[in-house]
């Protein structure tokens, strides 16, 4: 299992490398394959039998969304964040399960991935987005590195067993301050000024938001009763396995850069 882990990440980090440094059209396009194989990862989990279109329409809506933000400057974009709030209410709500409403499932996993994904391009379009999908990268990294560690080492306090069992409060404590500390660390690395206020928010909000990305797709995949939305990364799971804690954060550091 680690070789495996290791081997995906060799291959892994150089390829994420060479994304963020590609010029903003080529990054759009790859994050908007991405997006929609997630998507297709999150439907084909619930049920195999489900229609085989919904990577393109995880891709349209992540190139709607692309869209507005770069031609209606009028439209205020941050009220699309609705959409993913309520899919995901929709999807985990009690009730029966996603067998029996195939559209409305689909319909919410679209729009919960799609629309929070979406917002990896956003910031890529900001000023110095390069440097602040940088930062957005060390900070989830750090994050989920620090909880494994210290939850491993130290865990004995189980932070949410009926959606993630092996999630201790000792494990969030350790990626909380190791997300705190990337992200004062990474931006002062890249030479980035964002000033103290943002700084702040962005360290405050960042590894929270990566932590509770985490245990949404946790509860989602509790909710369809997989452990895994794929097999496609050996020793991780699926795309979406290892996107979740920056699907959380990514929207959160675009709109603090927005509005702090």
Same mark, same amino acid.
């Given at each position: ?5 290791l081997? =995906? $990440? ?10 963020? $440094? ?7 396009? *790859?994050?908007?394959? =991405? ?7 999150? =439907?084909?989990? $619930?049920?195999?039998?489900?229609p ?13 969304l ?47 991935? #799609?629309?929070? #994904?979406?917002h ?21 990294? *750090? ?12 865990g ?15 494990g ?10 990337? *992200? ?5 690395a890249?030479?980035l ?36 939305t794929?097999?496609l ?28």
């Amino acid at each position: 299992m680690l070789r495996a882990r290791l081997a =995906v $990440a060799a291959i892994g980090l150089p390829l994420l490398a060479l994304l963020v $440094a590609a010029p903003a059209t080529v990054f759009a396009a *790859a994050v908007t394959v =991405v997006i929609a194989a997630a998507a297709y990862e999150l =439907v084909r989990a $619930a049920n195999s039998d489900w229609p085989r279109y919904v990577p393109l329409s995880a891709a349209v809506a992540t190139a709607m969304l692309v869209a507005w933000s770069r031609q209606l400057d009028d439209f205020p974009l941050w009220t699309l964040l609705a959409l993913p709030a309520i899919a995901l209410y929709g999807l985990l709500r009690p009730g029966p399960g996603p067998r029996h409403f195939r559209e409305a499932w689909w319909l919410g996993a679209v729009m919960y991935v #799609g629309v929070l #994904g979406a917002h990896w391009v956003l910031l890529r379009d900001v000023d110095d987005g390069r440097l602040w999908v940088l930062v957005l990268l060390g900070v989830t990294f *750090a994050t989920d590195t620090g909880a494994y560690a210290v939850g491993r080492l130290l865990g004995s306090h189980l932070m949410a067993p009926d959606i993630s069992p092996g999630k201790t409060w000792e494990g969030f404590a350790g990626g909380y301050l190791a997300g705190i500390a990337a *992200a004062i660390g990474v931006p002062l690395a890249l030479d980035l000024h964002p000033g103290p206020v943002v700084l702040g928010v962005t360290a405050g909000v960042l590894p929270a938001a990566a932590v509770i990305g985490d245990l949404a797709e946790s509860a989602l995949k509790r909710r369809i009763g997989v452990k895994d939305t794929s097999a496609l990364l050996p020793g991780h799971g699926g795309l979406l396995d290892r996107m979740d804690s920056l699907l959380f954060a990514g929207p959160c550091l675009y709109w603090i850069l927005q509005w702090v």
